[in-house]
């Protein structure tokens, strides 16, 4: 069983980038998934949520520029980030939690000029 992120990598401030978050050998479309990050010196904090029936929420921080959405065809979340900027660099990690908890491997974001 695992969850594995892709998609990070550099963008210019004000750019966009997808992360995805694909499941295997559980079942993924009975838990619920968040996109947590965690910069430099910094504590993983989280940045969206979407429950199992696909209520979202969002951090205060991300509202308006991130949406979090799932493909229960497909076993896999993903996080679309829009109007990026500097303080959105980290390693960001998909979290899927219900009887179990699961956690991916992090893809670094790194928002630059």
């Known amino acids: 069983a695992q969850l594995m992120e892709s998609g990070g990598g550099l963008v210019q401030p004000g750019g966009s980038l997808t992360l995805s978050c694909a499941a295997s050998?559980?079942?993924?479309?009975?838990?619920?998934v968040s996109w947590l990050r965690q910069a430099p010196g910094e504590e993983r904090e989280w940045v969206a949520s979407?429950?199992?029936?696909?209520?979202?929420n969002y951090a205060d921080s991300v509202k308006g520029r991130f949406t979090i959405s799932r493909d229960s065809n497909k076993f896999t979340a993903y996080l679309q980030m829009n109007s990026l900027k500097p303080e959105d660099t980290a390693v960001y990690y998909c979290n899927a939690k219900w009887n179990r908890n699961y956690w991916g491997q992090g893809t670094q974001v790194t928002v630059s000029s």
């Open positions: 050998g559980f079942a993924f479309n009975n838990y619920d």
């Open positions: 979407i429950s199992r029936t696909g209520g979202t």
